[in-house]
C-alpha cells in the first residue's frame, strides 16, 4: 500500500456516542460519529479529505485552492477555511446565479475571504442538452479563472467537486481504522455504518477502509441526489481507481455496495417536510443538529430502514454525522423551517 503526506486540517478522533433515547425508539443500539465537529467554520466531513488536497497543493507549491459547488456548498464552506488557516488564497466556482441575498455558507465563504465566482447556468436549466452546457460552461470559466491567477502569479491546485478525487477519498479510508479503534474500545461490534452520499468520496473511504481492515460491518450510503445505475456503477470504478492507485489490493464489486436510493424525497437540496419531520425528531430527542441536504436525509434513511426491517431490530448501528448544518439557514430552507416552528 502507497502512503501519502497528509496535513491536520481538522481536529479528529471526533467522539462517537450512543443516541440512548431513539435506540429506544427503534429498539436498536444506534451511535452516532460526531464528524460535525471537526474544529473549524462549523466542521463537516470534508477537512478529513483536505488533510491530503492541502498536502499534495503545498508540495505543488501552489498557494490557491480553487474548487466546486453549489451556492451551499459545505466543501466550499472548508477549502476556504482550510486557505485561510493556512494563508493559500480560495477561489469557489459556483453552480447557479449570483443570488440577490447571500445566505449561510456564503456568507462565512465570504468572511474567510473567498473569491466567489458563479457560472450563471441557471438559464440552460431543463435544457436537453444541459449535461453538455453546464461542462462547457464550467470548463470556460475555469480556464478565464485560471488565466487570471495565474497572471498574478499565483500558483492555482483544482479541487473536484465535494473534494472526491482518489486523493481525497483517503481521509475517509484512514478514518475507518479511527473508527474501529474507538468503538473497539467501546465494546461495541458493529454491523451497520450509515453515512449520507454524495460526490462519493466519504463512502468510498469508508468502504475501502473496512474492507482492509477485514471487517464485515455493512456500509449503508443514502444518496442525496437521484443517481441511476449507471451513475452507481462509475462510482465503482472511482472506488476501484483509488484501490488500484494507492496499491490496497483491494476489489469493489456490486455486491459490497449498499447504496439506498429511495430518500432523496424532491431531489437534490430541495426542502421537503418528511427529512424536516426526521431533524425535528432528532434535535427533540438527542439535541443532535442535522442538515436538510445530507445527514437529515440519511437518518431518516436510516430510521426507515429499521422500521422496515431491512435493518433488523438489536443492530449495533453507527450513524456518520458529517455535518452540513449551516445548510438550515440558506434561504430555500430556511423558509420553511420559519413557516413551520414560529407561528
Ligand atoms: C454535510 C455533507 N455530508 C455528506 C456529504 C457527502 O459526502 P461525499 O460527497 O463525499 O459523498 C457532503 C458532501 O458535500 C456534505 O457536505
Not at 473497539?184 to 481492515?213: C, E, H, P, R
Not at 424536516?276 to 432528532?282: D, E, N, S, T
Request: net charge negative; aromatic share 10%; glycine share 10%.
Amino acid at each position: 500500500m502507497k502512503t501519502f503526506e497528509k496535513l491536520n486540517t481538522g481536529m479528529i478522533n471526533t467522539p462517537i456516542h450512543k443516541l440512548d433515547n431513539i435506540s429506544r425508539d427503534l429498539e436498536c443500539n444506534i451511535y452516532i460519529k460526531r464528524d460535525d465537529l471537526t474544529g473549524y467554520a462549523f466542521g463537516g466531513n470534508k477537512l478529513r479529505k483536505l488533510d491530503y488536497l492541502l498536502a499534495d497543493a503545498l508540495n505543488k507549491n501552489c498557494d490557491t485552492l480553487l474548487t466546486y459547488g453549489g451556492p451551499q456548498t459545505n466543501h466550499g464552506r472548508l477549502t476556504a477555511a482550510v486557505a485561510a488557516r493556512f494563508g493559500l488564497k480560495c477561489i469557489i466556482i459556483m453552480d447557479g446565479d449570483k443570488p440577490a441575498k447571500p445566505t449561510a455558507n456564503l456568507i462565512l465563504d465570504k468572511m474567510m475571504n473567498a473569491d466567489l465566482y458563479f457560472l450563471n447556468d441557471t438559464q440552460y436549466r431543463g435544457q436537453e442538452d444541459f449535461e453538455q452546457i453546464y461542462h462547457n460552461l464550467k470548463e470556460e470559466k475555469t480556464n478565464e479563472v485560471l488565466k487570471e491567477y495565474e497572471a498574478l502569479g499565483h500558483v492555482v491546485y483544482v479541487i473536484p467537486v465535494g473534494g472526491s478525487s482518489t486523493l481525497g477519498a483517503l481521509g475517509y479510508f484512514d478514518a475507518s481504522a479511527e473508527i474501529n479503534q474507538q468503538v473497539k474500545s467501546m465494546g461495541i461490534n458493529l454491523d451497520y455504518l450509515v453515512v449520507a452520499f454524495g460526490s462519493a468520496g466519504t463512502y468510498a473511504g469508508l468502504l475501502l477502509g473496512k474492507k482492509q481492515l477485514g471487517l464485515d460491518y455493512g456500509v449503508i450510503g443514502i444518496s442525496v441526489s437521484h443517481k441511476s445505475d449507471e451513475m452507481i456503477q462509475k462510482d465503482i470504478r472511482y472506488m476501484n481507481d483509488i484501490s488500484q492507485e494507492f496499491d490496497l489490493g483491494i476489489r469493489i464489486s456490486s455486491d459490497d455496495v449498499w447504496i439506498e436510493n429511495g430518500f432523496v424525497q424532491n431531489g437534490y437540496n430541495i426542502p421537503d417536510k418528511e427529512t424536516r419531520q426526521c431533524i425535528y425528531y432528532v434535535a427533540r430527542q438527542e439535541a443532535i443538529i442535522l442538515d436538510p441536504c445530507y445527514t437529515g436525509k440519511a437518518f431518516n434513511g436510516m430510521m426507515n430502514l429499521i422500521q422496515t426491517g431491512a435493518i433488523l431490530k438489536g443492530s449495533n448501528i453507527l450513524f456518520l454525522h458529517t455535518g452540513g448544518t449551516p445548510g438550515i439557514f440558506s434561504e430555500n430552507h430556511l423558509s420553511e423551517f420559519q413557516a413551520e416552528l414560529w407561528d
